[in-house]
């Protein structure tokens, strides 16, 4: 009997460990493969570093952060957003007129409309305040928050200082040039993408000094600031450069911080208001002055819309 019992656990053990290797084999033989682009750190930020400290930036700080092992170049930003300026520029020499701008109907949900509401109770006393000193609706502004970072939630899941430092590296078209996914580029729009390239390096490395300027003077660490895909930071989604050109310190405490509500809306009202948002506007002006937010007509006009639901919601309920 004890041998029987002996001979069924050898069995047993035979059959585990058979099992246990299909397994090992069916994972590294048959298992789907990745491809995996390595973004690079270190040296490769070198020419950053160099023309950052050229441009006055402190070299011990700036050195520290470009050695950070979590800073990596990743040339794919970039040409993400050169494919996606190239695929307009492709389509607009093929396609007729553009289609008619449309509100986004998506945020005028009664739920969305419904938390907008909540929200802009919520800090009524900040949007009486607010509107006194800027002369902005605290309707309109619980609008550009809602669709901006649905109310604050949202601010962003890409790291800033990555997205911005890795444009600016990229002014030279050869580190991208390989990621271009159009395969026959006519020559003169080869030349366009070329210089579009470029200028939108130049445009990157001003918004990366901007960032590093917000930085220091928020006290915020440049390696973890979140961002939009494209840099746009707080909960007001500005870029680095209209952060210090309109940024406003809403809480008193001597500094600016876009992701905290009170200071992101007083930059969001200071931002609409040096854009020429006055009372008494026509339906036209304040599209206009919407558009410079972000230049869409569909968003202006999405914007306006969810304003006005709160606003008729605040009326039906007296406040």
Known sequence: MSQWIEFNSMQFFRRQCAAIVFALVAVFFFAPVRTVVAAETGPVWQPLV???VEDGFD????????????????????ARKMNSLLS???STKKSGPPKEPEVMVRYLNPILIAGAYAFYREH??????????YGVPGELLTALLLVETRLGMNVGEHNALTILASMAL?????LIES???HQK???DIMVWLVKRTEQKAHWAYKELKALLVYAKGSGQNPLSIPSSMYGAIGQ???????????????????????????????SMANFVAEHGWKKGMTAGEQHKVIYRYNHSDSYAMTILSVADKIRKTKNLFGG
């Open 124 to 133: 009524r006393a900040d949007f009486v305040s607010i509107e006194e000193r």
């Open 179 to 181: 990621l271009i996914q």
């Open 170 to 174: 990229a002014r030279d078209f050869s």
């Open 236 to 266: 007001c989604q500005f870029m680095p450069t209209s952060v210090i050109h309109y940024g406003r310190d809403g809480t008193g405490d001597g500094r600016v911080d876009v992701f905290d509500t009170r200071d992101a809306l007083h």
């Open 59 to 78: 070299k011990t700080h700036v050195t520290y952060l470009f050695s950070s092992p979590d800073l990596a170049f990743s040339p794919q930003i970039m």
């Open 185 to 187: 580029v006519p020559e």
């Open 50 to 52: 160099d023309r950052l």
């Open 88 to 90: 307009i520029k492709m």
